[in-house]
């Protein structure tokens, strides 16, 4: 980026400090690390890194945990403040970030990745416009179509930007989404092994993940129960 050679004269700007922490130490494809710290959940300690995406300004976050050089398992979350923050049944995303972390804390290492991109890349507001019209009897995916907008608008050469820069190249990918493996095989992370992450499909969410299965590629089995949503009992079926 030009930004250094442009400030040489104004070294103490406020919006270059807001960015260029101490710790920035790439701005390869315009993702810069900007920040890192220990933190304590209920997981376990992670070491939490933010990256900021010039792009778009957007701050995306990697925990990680323990030797993550080679072959540690990652996920990948898209941002859902329904599913994540508020309890939501219309989807399986707070299951699964808390799953994710849950077995990084019990095998010691990995990392997880926390990306903004809500609704799939499409934004909060397109999102609710969308459980407006499933509230109508339109699937998950159809409502996407019908709004003029992708099915899934993810780009994952940000998340491969932030593993390459923490030396993360080799991984075992924890999802059910082939479109992820493959995002991120184009921008060069080595998948050597995809880890299922299945819930248990709920009420109202049984529908949304039955469209994901039937219709989005995703590989889901609706056999025994991967997780227990309500009560947060995270028993792993075989
Ligand atoms: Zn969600």
Redesign the pocket.
Known sequence: MNKTNNNQDKPFSTDDRMIESPLENSDANGVIRAAEAPLPTDYGTFTAVVYHDLHDNKEHMLLKMGDVDSGAIVRVH?E?L???ILG?Q?????SQLELALKKIGEEGKGALLYMRQE?RGIGLANKMKAYALQAQGVDTLDANLQLGLPADGRDYGVAAEMLKQEGIDDIQLMTNNPLKIEGLKEHGINVLDRVSHEIVAIGENDSYLKTKAERMGHILTFNGAAVAVKDRDYELAV
């Open positions: 898209s859902c329904t599913g994540d939501s219309k989807c399986d995303c707070g609704g």
